[in-house]
């Protein structure tokens, strides 16, 4: 490429990232919303009112309004769910989870990683309901080589939002003694950790400005399982992870900081959608110090 | 266009600067600037949903259609109780849980070709509501039994029998089918199976939940057990199936109790 021509080009790149209406001023501020489910177990209503623990909480059609009046004042909105989607109402034993695959559609889920009741109709079941969700799963350490899932999900994605790149992997638990074998048809669990580390290289090799896990592998355990928390201090250079499994209500989020001194923020919201998890980031050119997290003001 | 036409009509050398030079030098610029990060304040809040919240419409259409579908099939009556079956939790034997035992036994031979020699129900614990005297809907059975618990066949040593035995009598949360045995303390005398004294050199078949079978309830031992059938049939469906068998025979539900487990403290 003669000088000339790649002046023109880098030129004509420039100009191209000059979005109309938007300011160029290097110092602009990208603000960033990630919203979260976890373990939503099928609970399409509201849980029934009828004196039970949580009666009358969740809801898909009253989380669908309060995203459809984030979506309305945030510009670059993630929504995100960490597993566990199918089993706990006759919903998924008549419908077999297409119900609340469609309607998570509806709602514009960007990503959800596999939970282990997701296998509760086998692969097959899993394998016959993935038309009706037009949103990607993302696992990294399930290997279905040599089953009908084979290349049906991807380790991770990278979305696009304004100017940044965001990475999203997807984490699974280990699926002995809690997914009988002719459930998972041969899937092979793979070290999380192990997988992790490689995630983090890839997404940023690939300039990732927020790398984000979907996990499935529970929040914290009293004795050696992998968890979160493992994550947290094993792998540095993951930013959030958004997990599931334990049925972890968390009222604010953990921020864990390793012994490298990375910091990640995790956090789960319980399950039956009882609560709808929100993080905001705002991205800026300057060197960042340590992480706070803090309550909005504004409440719903 | 118009810009277009103004920038012609500039001397070649300034339109060459405005046009290449300058958008250039600032993607330059823009190059050198640090990467975005994300900043240190981060605000975060886990919101309560609930029903008293504004419901989505569009959701809410979407729902419409299956949840008609699903009061129409869960409201849908399969057969009907004589009696009203009932647990008798830490009593030993009951009528609600003798039922679902005999026919866990009575569905399984079914399923598996072969008689098995007994089975058993976690009915204090696994059998979260009752039958009430009447007619049975599919729902009933759904809020008795909630858990998509599978159905394995398991044949055990002698010594694992007499275990298995002997976790029934501690905990008294267990029924069975096609045994009978009496508690002293907490262990398990007077063993019989099939009619026949239990005995310690025969090995015994068992149709069992997975959830029992995997260690639940106590039977963590019972990993030692041979795994000779998985069913892949679940808990709920042969009590839904066996309810529609008698319906079909023109038959009620009944309990009875028949002193397979006698308590003596």
Not at chain 1, 82 to 110: C, H, R, V, W
Not at chain 1, 213 to 236: F, I, M, N, P
Not at chain 1, 276 to 288: H, T
Request: some cysteine; overall charge positive.
């Amino acid at each position: 490429m003669n000088r000339r021509l790649f002046v023109k080009n880098a030129a004509l790149a420039a100009s191209a990232m000059m979005v109309p209406g938007r300011s160029v001023s290097r110092d602009r501020s990208i603000r960033l919303t990630i919203l979260h489910s976890n373990d939503m177990h099928s609970r399409i209503e509201p849980m029934p009112d009828d004196g039970r623990r949580y009666a009358g909480l969740g809801g898909m059609a009253q989380r669908a309004a309060i995203i459809k009046k984030i979506r309305a004042t945030e510009e670059n909105v993630l929504l995100l769910d960490a597993g566990d989607i199918f089993q706990g109402t006759p919903y998924f034993n008549f419908f077999g989870g297409e119900l609340e695959f469609k309607l998570m559609s509806e709602m514009k889920y960007d990503a959800a990683t596999i939970g282990n009741h997701d296998f509760d109709n086998g692969i097959d079941g899993l394998y016959k309901m993935l038309p009706h969700a037009n949103f990607p799963f993302l696992c990294a350490n399930y290997d279905f080589s040599g089953n009908i899932l084979h290349n049906r999900f991807q380790p991770y994605k990278i979305f696009q939002k304004d100017q940044l790149n965001i990475g999203v992997f997807g984490l699974g638990i280990e699926l002995k003694g809690l997914v009988n074998d002719h459930l998972s048809g041969g899937t092979r669990y793979l070290d999380p950790i192990a997988i992790a580390k490689e995630m983090v290289l890839e997404l940023e090799k690939k300039n990732c400005h927020l790398i984000i896990c979907l996990s499935h592998l529970g929040y914290k355990y009293s004795r050696g399982k992998v968890s979160d928390h493992t994550l947290a201090e094993q792998v540095s250079g993951i930013d959030l992870i958004i997990g599931g499994h334990t049925h972890t209500f968390l009222e604010m989020p953990t921020l864990y900081k390793n012994r490298e001194g990375h910091e990640t923020i995790i956090n789960q919201v319980g399950w039956a959608g009882i609560r709808l998890g929100r993080i905001d980031y705002v991205f800026n050119r300057k060197r960042s110090k340590s992480v706070e997290i803090s309550s909005p003001i504004l409440i719903h | 266009m118009q810009r277009k036409v103004q920038m012609n009509k500039l001397p070649s050398p300034y339109r060459e600067f405005t046009r290449y030079f300058l958008p250039g030098l600032l993607m330059v610029l823009l190059a050198c600037s640090p990467a975005y990060t994300p900043g240190s304040d981060v605000k975060a809040q886990n919101m309560e949903v609930n029903k008293n919240l504004a419901a989505d419409s569009t959701i809410t259409a979407m729902i419409q259609p299956y949840k008609a579908d699903l009061d129409r099939e869960i409201s849908m009556i399969i057969g009907w109780a004589g009696e009203k079956l009932d647990n008798a939790p830490g009593r030993g034997e009951s009528k609600l849980g003798n039922f679902v035992a005999d026919l866990l036994l009575i569905q399984s031979e079914k399923k598996y070709g072969e008689p098995i020699d007994m089975a058993i129900i976690n009915a204090h614990g696994g059998l979260r509501s009752t039958i009430s005297q009447g007619p049975i809907s599919m729902e009933n059975i759904f809020e008795l039994m909630p858990f998509e618990n599978n159905m394995l066949v398991l044949e055990l040593s002698g010594s694992l029998t007499r275990q298995f035995f002997d976790n029934c009598a501690k905990t008294k949360r267990n029924n069975i089918a096609e045994a009978k045995f009496t508690v002293v303390g907490n262990k398990a005398t007077d063993i019989s199976i099939g009619g026949k004294p239990f005995d310690p050199n025969r090995r015994y078949t068992l149709t069992i939940s997975d959830y029992l079978a995997n260690g639940g309830g106590g039977f963590g031992f019972l990993s030692q057990a041979k795994v000779i059938a998985d069913l892949n049939y679940k808990t709920r469906d042969m009590i839904i199936d066996h309810i529609k068998d008698l319906s079909a025979q023109k038959k009620k539900a009944w309990g009875q109790l028949d002193g397979r487990i006698k308590i003596i403290n």
